[in-house]
């Protein structure tokens, strides 16, 4: 069985899986929803193995449902189930940090091995690869606030600003916590390694989709 909440926007209905940060996907209604994250485990594999976890769920299973918005239909989850309010030990915010630095190191290689132009979207749109880099990037550096984590904007190809951010949020990650928000008006560690991994991720297989 695999534990997973849904967040239920007025068009669209998220399934994100409690226990994978990542494994996350939005369709038309529960049942739809439900369906996509199935289709996506065989994807989700890569996540995991690179973080050197065996990975073969079983059934999704609806543990909470929480209320969406338009947000949840332009195509982000960003409620914060009632379940991430519990303590975090030390097993599970290191297991959750080594999946978000696997989707950190599978999104490096799928960019470095992806062409500058990708394939428009169906109505013309999509970033191309360098933009979406830069798009995850600063992402990355909203979302670290939510945890205590500030850095100053730096250029895409800055490695060495970039891996300090990545640490900095991975030394946070990693620590046993309450289960209540990391910092004044800020995100539960689960709710923050879901969300952070989830952005990475959903952009690995975008990225994968469109190219030419």
């Given at each position: 069985?695999?534990?997973?909440?849904?967040?239920?926007?007025?068009?669209?209905?998220?399934?994100?899986?409690?226990?994978?940060?990542?494994?996350?996907?939005?369709?038309?209604?529960?049942?739809?929803?439900?369906?996509?994250?199935?289709?996506?485990?065989?994807?989700?594999?890569?996540?995991?193995?690179r973080?050197?976890?065996?990975?073969?769920?079983?059934?999704?299973?609806?543990?909470?449902?929480v209320?969406?918005?338009?947000?949840?239909?332009?195509?982000?989850?960003?409620?914060?189930?009632?379940?991430?309010?519990?303590?975090?030990d030390?097993?599970?915010?290191?297991?959750?940090?080594?999946?978000?630095?696997?989707?950190?190191?599978?999104?490096?290689?799928?960019?470095?091995?992806?062409?500058?132009?990708?394939?428009?979207?169906?109505?013309?749109?999509?970033?191309?690869?360098?933009?979406?880099?830069?798009?995850?990037?600063?992402?990355?550096?909203?979302?670290?606030?939510?945890?205590?984590?500030?850095?100053?904007?730096?250029?895409?190809?800055?490695?060495?600003?970039?891996?300090?951010?990545?640490?900095?949020?991975?030394?946070?990650?990693?620590?046993?916590?309450?289960?209540?928000?990391?910092?004044?008006?800020?995100?539960?560690?689960?709710?923050?390694a879901?969300?952070?991994?989830?952005?990475?991720?959903?952009?690995?297989?975008?990225?994968?989709?469109?190219?030419?």
């Amino acid at each position: 069985m695999t534990d997973v909440y849904l967040e239920i926007g007025p068009k669209k209905v998220f399934a994100c899986s409690l226990d994978w940060p990542g494994w996350c996907r939005v369709g038309k209604g529960e049942e739809g929803a439900l369906e996509r994250l199935e289709e996506y485990a065989p994807r989700y594999r890569v996540i995991a193995g690179r973080a050197g976890l065996p990975f073969e769920p079983g059934a999704p299973v609806v543990v909470e449902r929480v209320p969406g918005d338009a947000m949840t239909d332009f195509g982000a989850p960003f409620a914060v189930p009632g379940l991430d309010a519990r303590p975090v030990d030390a097993p599970v915010a290191e297991r959750d940090t080594a999946l978000v630095r696997a989707a950190w190191e599978v999104f490096d290689e799928v960019a470095a091995a992806s062409p500058a132009e990708l394939r428009k979207g169906p109505r013309g749109g999509g970033r191309d690869r360098d933009k979406m880099i830069s798009h995850v990037i600063e992402a990355e550096r909203s979302y670290a606030r939510k945890i205590g984590v500030r850095h100053k904007p730096f250029r895409p190809d800055d490695a060495v600003a970039l891996a300090a951010m990545r640490d900095d949020i991975a030394e946070v990650l990693s620590k046993p916590s309450d289960g209540g928000p990391l910092v004044p008006g800020g995100w539960p560690a689960r709710y923050a390694a879901r969300r952070i991994a989830w952005h990475v991720v959903d952009h690995i297989w975008e990225m994968e989709d469109r190219r030419l």
